[in-house]
């Protein structure tokens, strides 16, 4: 992808400092499940450059990967499906046809394990906050 590209397709100005990181993130997306190409390839196929192009968009639009955000009476909400159906395209076309092990959707941000006992010593419990934080 050349420079300009992505403010092209977005229709509007892009830092390119931005747009550089915003076309890294995409090929890094790429790159993880088309294993069966020499990266970058040379020429790039037009597919592989629409999706790269959308994928750098959807970076650009959404740098933290949020579903929702909601500010005082602002309520922004963002497809997560999108980038992964690019992706599984991608690996059905360039790799192996299965995708690597992460996830989309929101409920992947619960899958931690549990948070250790507050406080440190099990089953004691400071009376007020000024005894544990003085």
């Not at 977005?10 to 076309?23: M, S, Y």
């Not at 020499?38 to 592989?48: A, C, I, R």
Request: proline share 10%.
């Amino acid at each position: 992808m050349q420079t300009g590209q992505l403010a092209t397709y977005l229709q509007h100005d892009v830092k390119a400092a931005t747009e550089t990181t915003a076309i890294r993130v995409a090929e890094g997306w790429l790159l993880s499940v088309t294993t069966s190409l020499t990266w970058p390839p040379s020429p790039v196929p037009e597919d592989l450059w629409a999706w790269a192009i959308e994928l750098a968009a959807i970076a650009y639009n959404n740098p933290l990967g949020l579903v929702q955000r909601i500010t005082d009476e602002d309520t922004r909400a963002w497809s997560t499906s999108r980038r992964a159906e690019i992706l599984e395209a991608a690996a059905r076309r360039y790799g192996s046809g299965v995708m690597p092990a992460f996830s989309d959707s929101a409920t992947s941000a619960s899958n931690f394990p549990p948070a250790p006992r507050w406080p440190d010593a099990p089953g004691v419990c400071p009376s007020t906050w000024e005894d544990c934080c003085p």
